[in-house]
């Protein structure tokens, strides 16, 4: 009998981070000069990130009894990246508030699986306190993307030119859950 481990294809993970850390590499060039095929390489990036967890979700159904946290992001991943092919059509703004309400949605998942996971664990152990804290990390990263994008009115401020680093934070962010994830996965087996 196979036994139950959350962390199958656990790697995927760690792939939609770098997907993540891509799609701020090319926020950064966006915010500079908008151009479809930017906005564009944007959106496919962030439905190949969704697929990932999508695909990392449906492998770990049935070990995983949270797993409707990395299917809620994913799909939204998903539908997101669809939204912003449409928006990549039309001009920057509508790109980047479709973007923003991306984020405020990544925030707001991640919030309530992390309210989740104090409510379930309490402070137990220090790695599940890590785990808390990265959550807690990725929170305030969607949510400063967020911020940034929908308060800097179609780049007339300066902050807009830093909103790449919150994709790249979040992906950094995904990547250390993912270790963290299979670490604790691998402390339980043994």
């Known amino acids: 009998m196979e036994s139950l481990n959350p962390t199958k294809n656990w790697w995927l993970l760690i792939i939609r981070g770098i997907i993540y850390m891509l799609i701020g590499i090319f926020l950064f060039q966006l915010v500079k000069m908008f151009t479809h095929s930017t906005a564009q390489l944007i959106a496919s990036l962030l439905i190949a990130a969704g697929v990932a967890g999508l695909i990392y979700t449906f492998a770990n159904v049935r070990a ?7 299917l ?25 508030s479709t973007f923003s309400f991306w984020a405020v949605m990544y925030a707001f998942i991640q919030a309530v699986q992390t309210m989740y996971s104090f409510m379930e664990s309490g402070v137990a152990s220090r790695s599940s306190l890590f785990s808390k804290v990265v959550y807690f990390l990725g929170v305030f990263m969607a949510g400063g993307l967020a911020y940034i994008l929908l308060m800097t009115h179609g780049g007339s401020d300066g902050l807009l030119n830093i909103s790449g680093v919150f994709p790249i934070a979040l992906g950094l962010i995904t990547i250390l859950l993912a270790v963290q994830q299979k670490r604790q996965a691998t402390l339980v087996q043994n």
């Open 64 to 70: 995983d009894r949270n797993y409707i946290w990395e």
């Open 72 to 96: 809620l992001r994913s799909v939204s991943d998903v539908a997101f990246g669809i939204a912003l092919v449409v928006a990549s059509q039309e001009d920057a703004d509508s790109f980047l």
